[in-house]
């Protein structure tokens, strides 16, 4: 199919996914490289297939959203992190974006590639936006303008709130890569982390439901890292459940993202194999939380934080009767730590699709078979508090309703009452996806009114409609 035949949607969403792509074979090939050649044909080509009849091609951020000549573009699966990535480029450029004027056609690849370099080399500087208009300026790029960063001066509390949580997530699924990345060629460090793990706290403090309805979110191109965040927050939500203190929170928030940083250490042909794994290669991946401890032993960071980040990722694979990996004679008991650790990681590993099992547990089916394994797997008390802090079809559950309406778990207004929860209906938004429709509160339906008031029949996984419910709590 040809570009001119694609919705101009669809289409903004693969010149967002080539732009990816450029910056990013840039940042480590020369500008002969195959890799960055086609790349760049790539985008030039979608660039010169938006611009027919003379238009210009303006790609701009709003409200966490990109927008290419006037269209949000659709979140689909397959890009998903990639627009969020981009999103995350940007925003660190303090820029709103780009504008591709209509003489970008009859521009040679090796100016792309230029002003790309230049696009990733400003983060460097104190003023990102200035900087960038000189170098455009100094090399004659007329071609392209640049959106400054604006602050949204309508947009709400709720709005603002949502955007910090979005960029929180974001920031920490960057430095888990980063850290493992470094960790694998040497040293690296965790100021980044501890100032991450102190911004998500606040935000737990403030919102859980927010937290716990981004935890939701999937990318299986790159699952170790999106898994590490999601049981950071899962994790840190359950310690301010329990009531555990600030300082708490935040070692266990590291340990969250570190606790899979062994897996570094281990092929993707072991992580990403379809089927049962050999005995070889099962003995390798038990490695991985050693692998891990001997990396957060490296990490160039305080003695103290060391010693108080290490026994959850080494424990997450323990269950409370000490079965599990890695072996252990030297210890009786889980510490709290891992406890924690081993509910949100069992419980996120369950909900996500993963190559080795046929499908992925709705998050209502995992809670029940993870309190069939009460006392054995998981510490009573904790996996108690964690579904009462869930409720029965936790935030960010998809369900059936008995009237046919899809809808998804927004929040929990009563902490008392986890059995009826905020419903938003989804709808079709007319472009192949759904969107948000009515919302209301089961629990303050008229009583009298008993035929049509709504109720959930059960959960359904939400790679069955090919959405992300994450997506819903940002917007």
């Known amino acids: 199919m040809s570009n001119q035949r694609i919705q101009p949607e669809l289409l903004g969403g693969r010149l967002i996914k080539a732009f990816y792509q450029i ?89 792309i590639v230029t002003f790309v370099r230049l696009l990733n080399d400003s983060i460097r500087h104190d003023n990102a936006y200035e900087w960038l208009n000189a170098q455009l300026k100094a090399n004659e790029f007329s071609w392209v303008e640049l959106y400054l960063k604006q602050e949204d001066t309508e947009q709400s509390p709720d709005m603002r709130r949502k955007e910090k949580a979005r960029h929180a997530y974001f920031h920490a699924l960057n430095t888990v890569k980063e850290v493992a990345e470094k960790a694998s060629k ?75 940083l062994g897996k570094v250490g281990v092929s993707k042909e072991i992580l990403l194999k379809r089927g049962q794994l050999s005995a070889d290669e099962w003995d390798k991946m038990r490695r991985h939380p050693l692998i891990g401890v001997r990396k957060i032993l490296r ?22 009767d000490m079965t599990g990996y890695p072996k252990t004679h030297f210890m009786k008991k889980l510490s709290l730590l ?55 079809y936790p935030i960010g559950s998809i369900v059936e309703l008995n009237t046919g309406e899809i809808g998804l778990v927004m929040e929990y207004p009563d902490e008392s009452e986890k059995s009826l929860p905020v419903i938003v209906l989804l709808k079709d938004d007319g472009k192949g996806g759904l969107e948000k429709g009515e919302a209301f509160n089961l629990a303050t339906q008229d009583n009298d009114d008993t035929f049509s008031r709504k109720s959930i029949v059960g959960g359904i996984h939400f790679s069955r409609l090919g959405i992300q419910p994450s997506l819903l709590f940002v917007q």
């Open 338 to 392: 891992g406890k924690i650790l081993r509910i949100a990681d069992v419980y996120e590993a369950l909900t996500s699709e993963r190559v080795y099992r046929p499908r992925a547990f709705t998050p209502d089916e995992a809670l029940r078979r993870m309190w069939s394994e009460r006392g054995k797997s998981f510490d009573t008390l904790l996996l108690k508090s964690f579904i009462n802090m869930m409720g029965i």
């Open 299 to 320: 990490l160039n960071a305080p003695h103290s934080l060391r010693s108080r980040i290490i026994l959850g990722p080494f424990e997450h694979h323990l269950n409370v």
């Open 23 to 111: 910056v990013n074979t840039a940042r480590i090939h020369q500008d002969n490289n195959q890799l960055v050649k086609e790349s760049v044909a790539q985008f030039h080509d979608i660039l010169s297939s938006l611009s027919e009849g003379n238009s210009d091609v303006p790609v701009q951020v709003w409200r966490g959203r990109f927008h290419v000549q006037g269209e949000k573009i659709l979140y689909q699966r397959e890009i998903f992190s990639i627009i969020n990535e981009m999103v995350e480029y940007f925003s660190n450029r303090n820029l709103d974006g780009v504008n591709f004027l209509v003489s970008v056609k009859g521009v040679s690849p090796e100016d």
């Open 186 to 260: 040497g040293i690296a460090g965790v100021r980044k982390a501890r100032r991450l793990a102190q911004t998500i706290v606040d935000l737990v403090e403030e919102d859980n439901s927010l937290l716990l309805g981004l935890s939701t979110i999937r990318d299986y191109d790159d699952y170790t890292y999106t898994h590490s965040v999601n049981v950071a927050l899962l994790a840190t939500c359950l310690g301010r459940y329990v009531g555990l203190s600030q300082v708490f929170l935040e070692h266990l928030t590291v340990c969250g993202l570190f606790h899979d």
